[in-house]
């Protein structure tokens, strides 16, 4: 089972942007997609981005489209979450996990993960 941690949360004021990183244990952009979920206190469990092994094309929830951009170093195994123009409602726990390929879109949005990370706080101060 690949390994997932994540690095980068921290706190910032409304407005100003953070950039988190998941590595992976192993090669992994091959079996699986990749993404990132969180837990907030506003809204519970959101998907929020993701992106397959052989695409650097993103696909975002409606919530972050255009603030946050995810992104990959396949040669080094680390995915990565620009969050920019962050909002009070960003906060919260982020988790980077693996989703099975064959069934990213609906793993993804079903949080049905075949890995993840032990998540990493963000917190956005207005």
């Known amino acids: 089972q690949v390994q997932l941690m994540e690095s980068g949360g921290g706190s910032v004021q409304a407005g100003g942007s953070l950039n988190l990183s998941c590595t992976a244990s192993?090669?992994?952009?091959?079996?699986?997609?990749m993404g990132w979920f969180r837990q907030g206190p506003a809204k519970g469990y959101e998907a929020v981005a993701r992106i397959y092994g052989d695409s650097e094309i993103g696909y975002y929830a409606d919530s972050v489209q255009g603030r946050f951009i995810i992104s990959k170093d396949s040669a080094k195994n680390i995915l990565y979450l620009q969050m920019n123009s962050l909002k009070p409602e960003d906060t919260g726990t982020y988790y980077c996990?693996?989703?099975?390929?064959?069934?990213?879109?609906?793993?993804?949005?079903?949080?049905?993960?075949?890995?993840r990370g032990q998540g990493t706080q963000v917190t956005v101060s207005s």
């Open positions: 996990a693996a989703y099975w390929r064959s069934s990213c879109y609906n793993s993804w949005k079903r949080f049905q993960y075949a890995s």
């Open positions: 192993e090669y992994t952009y091959k079996d699986y997609c």
